[in-house]
């Protein structure tokens, strides 16, 4: 079975900090993402990466950024925490096999900005 | 653009009743079609999914038909348990875009 293990499940940092989340598979599939969830508005895209060194802004990319340096490691940054972050935060992972595959979630990390 | 559009919740029912969550899209091409069910404390788990008109996907009682004339993709179940208790998303796949509804939650009661 595909895993994908983010580092925390529970992150309460302070606005102002610059805050990591990683995430990692182990099924060396090639394209990653980072999503939010917020209730009402369900799972939207911050940034996601084909491959190595690449990296593509989903559709909320502001005030975050990403490195992909392992082929395995997606991590999400947040440069300069603010309230507004506080979110549910999702990392998957999908094999590149065409539009009929799904993808593969981590249990979350719930970051809270004080 | 691509998108999904999905009853809104939250969802009420009893232990054995029967359980319909409507999920309509709007896409360019032809998608896959996924419902995915998120546990509380966990990430998203994929239910089911479909991958061309008229295919019916089905997993643990659940059910959902591909219905491109309707641009349609309802999931649907018998007779629901407690342990049914989730928020279910549905989602459509096209091109590498993947698009989710906004979660439709679902409590079923003793």
């Known amino acids: 079975d595909v895993k994908v293990t983010q580092s925390s499940r529970y992150l309460v940092k302070r606005t102002g900090e610059k805050v990591f989340l990683e995430c990692v598979q182990d099924?060396?599939?090639?394209?990653m993402f980072w999503y939010r969830q917020d209730p009402g508005l369900g799972l939207r895209l911050i940034y996601f990466?084909?491959?190595?060194?690449?990296?593509e802004k989903g559709d909320i990319p502001e005030g975050y950024s990403v490195s992909r340096e392992k082929k395995e490691r997606f991590s999400l940054i947040l440069e300069s925490a603010s309230t507004n972050q506080t979110s549910m935060y999702l990392c998957?992972?999908?094999?590149?096999?065409?539009?009929?595959?799904?993808?593969?979630f981590g249990d979350g990390t719930r970051l809270s900005i004080l | 653009g691509n998108s999904v559009t999905q009853m809104e919740g939250p969802v009420t029912l009893s232990e054995e009743a029967f359980l319909t969550i409507n999920c309509t899209y709007t896409a360019t091409g032809y998608p896959s079609l996924f419902w995915y069910v998120q546990y509380p404390g966990e990430g998203l788990q994929l239910l089911l999914k479909a991958t061309k008109a008229d295919d019916k996907g089905s997993n643990k009682g659940f059910e959902a038909t591909y219905r491109k004339e309707t641009t349609s993709f309802h999931l649907e179940k018998g007779s629901v348990q407690v342990s049914d208790s989730a928020v279910y998303f549905c989602?459509?796949?096209?091109?590498?875009?993947?698009?989710f509804g906004a979660g439709t939650r679902l409590t079923v009661k003793p």
């Open positions: 990466s084909y491959d190595v060194k690449m990296k």
């Open positions: 989602a459509l796949s096209l091109n590498n875009d993947m698009r």
């Open positions: 099924m060396d599939h090639e394209n």
């Open positions: 998957a992972s999908i094999t590149p096999g065409g539009s009929n595959q799904p993808q593969h």
